[in-house]
């Protein structure tokens, strides 16, 4: 069966610091993978989603990076970190046609 | 532009009633509708998906309903559990689209026992 890892759970960094975010999933070939950001009582914002390796489409502009370097592997990173980019990080896989399949996330903290 | 809504305030139920929840959107073309349920510090749980062709979708206590004309889905919960206690989101892709679902913002349920 698939399933997909996301960590850490929680991370707190000061503002300038780097990020780097890491999510495997296995049991599926060439799966969308998807980074999305929830800030405290508002939906989920795509931030990134790739379609294959080294394929990286970004949704909204600001100070992330994603990188998807081997099938099943997806980084969310940052060279700085801003106040703006603290909340919960999640990301999640599909095939063509199939639902979404979500980790369990990351809290990020940025003070 | 392109918008989905959902009720921000929390549902408030008694055990074993019938929960129900809206999801409206404006000026989409969905191909299919999907409701997925959250807890708190934990992704989406996706639970039920229903094309744009079918009317309604049933799995075990729950139903969806998916009215393209008024543009609006219902997802019912049956004799409702406090387990189902939850944050539940509607998503929609575009007809012909990248297959990227944009999410409600969702509404919370509390099923009181």
């Known amino acids: 069966s698939q399933t997909i890892h996301q960590w850490p759970a929680t991370l707190v960094q000061p503002v300038g610091s780097p990020l780097s975010l890491e999510c495997t999933v296995e049991?599926?070939?060439?799966?969308?993978l998807y980074w999305y950001r929830q800030a405290a009582g508002r939906g989920l914002q795509l931030l990134f989603y790739?379609?294959?390796?080294?394929?990286i489409s970004s949704e909204v502009p600001q100070n992330l990076s994603a990188s998807r370097p081997q099938d099943r592997q997806f980084i969310l990173s940052s060279k700085k970190l801003l106040l703006s980019d603290s909340g919960f990080y999640l990301c999640?896989?599909?095939?063509?046609?199939?639902?979404?399949?979500f980790g369990n996330g990351t809290r990020l903290t940025v003070t | 532009s392109q918008k989905i809504e959902q009720n921000s305030e929390a549902l408030n139920i008694q055990e074993g009633k019938t929960a129900t929840l809206t999801c409206n959107y404006t000026?989409?073309?969905?191909?299919?509708l999907q409701w997925y349920r959250q807890d708190p510090g934990r992704g989406p749980v996706f639970l039920l998906l229903?094309?744009?062709?079918?009317k309604e979708k049933r799995k075990e206590r729950l139903k969806v309903t998916f009215d393209t004309t008024l543009k609006q889905s219902l997802f019912h919960i049956t004799a409702s559990q406090p387990a189902d206690s939850a944050t539940y989101l509607c998503?929609?892709?575009?007809?012909?689209?990248?297959?990227?679902?944009?999410f409600g913002r969702g509404t919370s349920l509390i099923v009181h026992p």
């Open positions: 790739s379609v294959g390796i080294g394929q």
């Open positions: 000026n989409y073309s969905p191909a299919y």
């Open positions: 229903i094309r744009e062709n079918e």
């Open positions: 049991g599926t070939s060439n799966p969308n």
């Open positions: 999640a896989w599909s095939t063509i046609n199939s639902p979404l399949h």
């Open positions: 998503a929609l892709e575009l007809s012909g689209g990248s297959y990227i679902p944009t």
